[in-house]
């Protein structure tokens, strides 16, 4: 998390922390199992009061950053999410609020508008059914047909998917890559839950059998297509690693107390040196974790050059430090950490899912490989 | 064209960092010499011979000098000693346009910190006047006669004595791990002052020259062949109390700054260190190479263990901002600068790894024609210093859990009882 949040964005993180506390408790996120969207629909409007999904959105369109930096706004709204494991579409809603503001068609900014309020919500279906789930890789169909375009293919995992009323689909068009932005209840569109690690965080495969859509579903922005959808799976990946930060923050603090609390043979579980190591460790992944989350974050904002490389090490990093931090956490409890009455499993949970979203860790080592190889290969 | 700013320089405007910026940009090009990147590679390498080592001493006493004519030494050191006055984000972009440029690399640690920082904090006016310019121009190159051949880490444990006779001080004893003590001109000595008092409360901190009678200078080989470590025997050196740095007795109180300053080393603000420098460990770049240079570049595997290197590496530097920022703001404990110095040994020793393992069978018998691979066996086998030198992991693991994170301390049995009965092990080297 921010190191030097302005005062503003201070009373941002604090308005959702406190949001979060009152209505997502552990207890009501462990109520929450069964429960098909995983949140009450009230709650995901009155988050969107509190800006859940409008930071990324223009003033013009009716949304607005605190401090002028957009994406480190949004950081600690993904941060609080973590450190709650709360539960809400918020990366998919955000990737799609903000590639609509930047279409600007008026049909995409009266679905922005129904974003912006809570009243619906939307899903990015980018990742694809293995063995197309590796980093990058888009099988699924956008092609021309008349003045109409045909989806054809099958997505998964889509992150609340199937409770979006809009999906953004990203496909192969010919050469290049596309993007359309359908409703989900459209003709030979097919949603099907998936069971998840997490327990309130919902995904589902959408099937695309002949999907007809009119040439405007089009989602077009300023840029090349191609670098678009590499602009949302930055953002994407860079709120995750916020937010499994903020669940890593949350495990190691949980842990900490309870290594202090915690006596055997006589002594606190803190006082013994090897633990007192392992400690060490995770804090120097955990300060770790928090530097490059925000340099991929502050990159995003800036625009910056070397932002592909640092989103890509951000996740590289945090899938592999994140779950290897929880994981110690739970080895650190010991039986009691692999109980279900236990909260340690909800963050857990969340980096778990997190980590193998959007592409692994081996995927994100070999992209920031590859960006090295092919800058320097030649010097 | 930008005013030749000497020490005595008295603006009274604080220069802006761009202006700043530009002027150090213009006067680097001007005058500094461009280096290879792989020149600041590798952990004590053997790579050089005394001759070469000797002349890129000279060479640094003079850059050093240079910058101090340019008004461009100590950036962050106070005017009065002829420093700048100017701020850590003026450090930092001229860290940044250093970057592929000779510097002073041998006045930065230990000279200039943790040794001319402990000055600073604890020295007189007099001690100040004295050496804090006389370093700055390049005249006095600096060790630490801290760590003892009785053990490295307890450092507090120091066995090598100081007896005050008269108005003077009589050190015996040996001091070890100094890098490049045999070209270098004062050493900055803790000894023990006391024994009849617990180890903590009968330190003091002396300043010694190195070259004088009674400082015998024996330099320790490496297993790789390198000789820049050094062992020093100290035979009756007399040391003036005029220069004893802090209370007699109360060399703990400056040991546990100089330590401080020691682990702050890659954050602070009194060091130059090329923006993205790899800290004389290896970096992804030289990874980048090695894969070239065994035709395995384009590999799925070469990538990946290339984008781990990188990614440990970007993490680092991150880190260490974050690090330096939040000290500076009060946001993090001063002690958190051991945070850093655990992730820079772990993963320094990692990225040695990857680079043996990229290097393949050279990494076992290379010839000179192997390019950037045939040094991989030999950096592999000294991998462990990264994690050793500076303070150890072990120790940074021990601040950081009971200085950080507030976890109980380790029972110490040497506490509160006189230095003279602490158990002591049989002498190693001496």
Redesign the interface.
């Given at each position: 998390m921010l190191l030097t949040p302005t005062a503003d964005q201070e009373v941002l993180r604090a308005t959702t922390a406190r949001f979060l506390d009152d209505r997502m408790s552990v207890d009501v996120v462990r109520s929450l199992r069964d429960d098909p969207t995983g949140y009450p629909a009230d709650y995901w409007t009155q988050g969107a009061e509190l800006g859940w999904a409008a930071l990324l959105v223009s003033e013009d369109n009716g949304g607005g950053t605190v401090s002028g930096f957009a994406v480190q706004d949004l950081s600690l709204i993904a941060h609080e999410f973590g450190t709650h494991a709360a539960p809400g579409p918020l990366v998919p809603v955000n990737v799609v609020a903000r590639a609509l503001d930047a279409s600007g068609s008026a049909g995409h900014l009266e679905v922005l508008g129904e974003l912006l309020s809570g009243s619906a919500t939307a899903a990015w279906c980018y990742g694809e059914a293995a063995p197309h789930d590796r980093l990058g890789d888009i099988e699924v169909s956008i092609r021309g047909d008349g003045s109409d375009l045909v989806i054809d293919g099958v997505k998964r995992p889509v992150e609340g998917g199937a409770d979006a009323a809009y999906l953004l689909v990203t496909g192969r068009s010919g050469a290049g890559l596309s993007q359309v932005l359908i409703r989900s209840d459209a003709p030979g569109v097919t949603v099907r839950r998936l069971s998840s690690a997490d327990l309130t965080r919902r995904f589902a495969e959408i099937t695309f059998d002949q999907v007809r859509v009119p040439a405007d579903a089009v989602v077009e922005t300023r840029i090349d297509p191609a670098d678009q959808v590499a602009r949302q799976l930055h953002l994407a990946l860079a709120l995750h690693a916020a937010e499994s930060v903020g669940a890593m923050q949350r495990a190691f603090d949980m842990t900490q107390a309870w290594a202090a609390d915690r006596y055997s043979f006589g002594r606190a579980l803190a006082s013994y040196q090897a633990i007192k190591h392992r400690f060490a460790d995770m804090a120097s992944w955990l300060e770790g974790g928090h530097a490059i989350s925000d340099a991929a974050i502050t990159a995003i904002d800036a625009d910056a050059p070397e932002t592909d490389e640092l989103v890509h090490a951000a996740a590289a990093f945090i899938g592999d430090y994140g779950t290897e931090l929880l994981q110690e956490c739970v080895q650190l409890h010991g039986g009691i950490g692999v109980t279900f009455e236990h909260d340690l499993h909800l963050f857990l949970r969340r980096v778990t899912v997190n980590r193998a979203s959007y592409g692994t860790p081996a995927q994100h080592r070999r992209k920031v490989g590859e960006l090295n190889t092919q800058r320097r290969d030649t010097a | 064209v930008s005013p030749q700013r000497g020490a005595d320089a008295s603006t009274d405007v604080t220069e802006d960092v761009e202006s700043f910026r530009l002027r150090a940009r213009e006067w680097i090009r001007a005058n500094l010499r461009t280096v290879p990147p792989e020149a600041t590679v590798g952990t004590l390498r053997n790579d050089r011979t005394d001759e070469e080592e000797l002349a890129g001493v000279a060479r640094n006493r003079e850059v050093q000098r240079m910058l101090f004519d340019a008004g461009l030494a100590g950036i962050c050191f106070p005017r009065e000693y002829g420093g700048q006055g100017l701020t850590p984000a003026h450090q930092r972009a001229f860290n940044e346009e250093v970057v592929g440029y000779e510097y002073p690399s041998r006045f930065q640690a230990p000279t200039l910190s943790p040794c001319a920082a402990v000055i600073l904090d604890f020295g007189t006016e007099e001690q100040k006047q004295r050496h804090i310019p006389a370093i700055l121009k390049g005249e006095e190159l600096w060790m630490q006669f801290l760590s003892e051949p009785s053990g490295g880490s307890d450092v507090a444990g120091a066995l090598t004595s100081a007896v005050q006779e008269g108005d003077d001080w009589v050190l015996n004893g040996s001091k070890v791990w100094t890098t490049g003590a045999w070209w270098s001109d004062w050493g900055l000595c803790l000894a023990r002052t006391n024994w009849d008092v617990p180890k903590h409360r009968g330190l003091t901190v002396f300043m010694l020259p190195i070259r004088q009678e009674g400082v015998d200078v024996h330099r320790i080989e490496m297993l790789n062949g390198s000789k820049e470590f050094c062992q020093e025997f100290l035979t009756d050196v007399r040391v003036p109390d005029s220069d004893r740095i802090g209370d007699i007795d109360g060399g703990w109180a400056v040991g546990t700054r100089w330590m401080f300053h020691e682990r702050m080393l890659y954050n602070s603000p009194l060091v130059t260190v090329p923006t993205g420098s790899s800290h004389g460990g290896l970096d992804?770049?030289t990874l980048?190479?090695v894969?070239?240079d065994t035709g395995r570049?384009?590999t799925?595997e070469?990538?990946?263990?290339?984008?781990?290197a990188?990614?440990?590496e970007?993490?680092?530097e991150?880190?260490n901002?974050?690090?330096g920022?939040?000290m500076m703001?009060g946001?993090?404990s001063d002690q958190?600068a051991?945070?850093g110095r655990?992730?820079h040994g772990?993963s320094a020793s990692r990225i040695s790894t990857i680079a043996f393992e990229l290097a393949g069978s050279i990494g076992a018998a290379w010839s000179d024609e192997d390019g950037a691979a045939k040094h991989a066996g030999e950096d592999f086998l000294m991998r462990q210093a990264s994690s050793i030198g500076g303070g150890t992991t072990?120790i940074?693991?021990?601040v950081?859990?009971?200085r950080?994170?507030g976890?109980?301390r380790?029972r110490a049995m040497d506490r509160d009882i006189p230095f003279r009965d602490v158990p002591r092990g049989a002498p190693t080297r001496s």
């Open positions: - | 992804a770049a980048v190479k894969a070239r570049l384009e799925p070469a990538s990946e263990l290339i984008g781990e990188r990614t440990l970007l993490v680092k991150r880190l901002e974050r690090l920022r939040g703001a946001k993090l958190a051991a945070i655990l992730f772990v072990e940074a693991r021990n950081i859990s009971e950080v994170l976890m109980p380790e």
